[in-house]
């Protein structure tokens, strides 16, 4: 099993959707989660931290459930520009080396 | 201000031929990070940085694969006899603190592709 998962998608949604991707991990010792967003043939940008108390920027909203072992990102009503591959990583406990999942790609369309 | 800078771009080598990709970090990052990306895939650590001491190489696939920071800011990757396993995205990124909960910023990439 993969220390960190993805459903690589692809997600079609239609503009103006609300869609939800999961992304579990294995170490139950993991301490640091991050949403990170990489367009086609570009580097991977910060999208947002997650933290133990969820968190909200705008239309994005990162939720952490340590007893499943998995962090969410949901994106409400869905712009076409939200196309892009989310990834998520995680560090786990006294490690600096965070752990990429493969990440969810989403397609918006109008 | 200047972000992560890598160089070069595009690199097309010959199978066996030795290959050298800069990253130059954001001014004052402590932590520097190499990893590979192939297609579909998400970035894989090769290897970190702390300031000059290379903490982690756990990463770099093979002894073919050296990467150093000698001052503490540009830091080099070098392939030696490169394999067509090679061609990937090579994406250096940087982040202020040394701690784990610091975001990483990233640079382009170079795009490694061995014939």
């Known amino acids: 099993r993969k220390e960190v998962e993805q459903d690589p998608g692809p997600f079609n949604v239609p503009e103006g959707a609300t869609v939800a991707f999961n992304c579990t991990y294995s170490?139950?010792?993991?301490?640091?989660f991050f949403w990170y967003r990489q367009d086609c043939r570009k580097e991977p940008k910060l999208l947002m931290s997650?933290?133990?108390s969820g968190n909200e920027d705008g239309r994005f909203t990162a939720q952490l459930n340590r007893a499943s072992q998995y962090i969410s990102l949901l994106i409400r009503d869905s712009k076409l520009s939200d196309s892009a591959t989310y990834l998520c990583?995680?560090?786990?406990?006294?490690?600096?080396?965070?752990?990429f999942g493969r990440g969810t790609s989403l397609i918006v369309h109008p | 201000g200047a972000g992560v800078s890598q160089s070069p771009r595009y690199k097309v080598a010959k199978r066996g031929q030795d290959v050298a990709l800069r990253c130059d970090p954001i001014?004052?990052?402590?932590?520097l990070f190499w990893y590979q990306q192939a297609l579909g895939q998400g970035p894989e650590f090769l290897t970190y940085?702390?300031?000059?001491?290379?903490?982690?190489k756990s990463g770099l696939p093979s002894d073919r694969f050296f990467a150093e920071r000698p001052e503490g800011s540009v830091s080099t990757l070098k392939i030696q006899r490169t394999q067509q396993e090679d061609s990937a995205v090579y994406l250096c990124?940087?982040?202020?603190?040394?701690?784990?909960?610091?975001?990483?910023?990233f640079g382009d990439g170079t795009r490694l592709s061995i014939l």
């Open positions: 990124a940087s982040s202020e603190g040394a701690g784990r909960n610091q975001p990483q910023h």
């Open positions: 170490n139950s010792a993991s301490q640091s």
């Open positions: 997650v933290y133990s």
């Open positions: 990583v995680v560090s786990s406990g006294g490690s600096y080396i965070p752990t």
């Open positions: 001014s004052g990052h402590v932590s």
């Open positions: 940085f702390q300031n000059e001491a290379q903490l982690d």
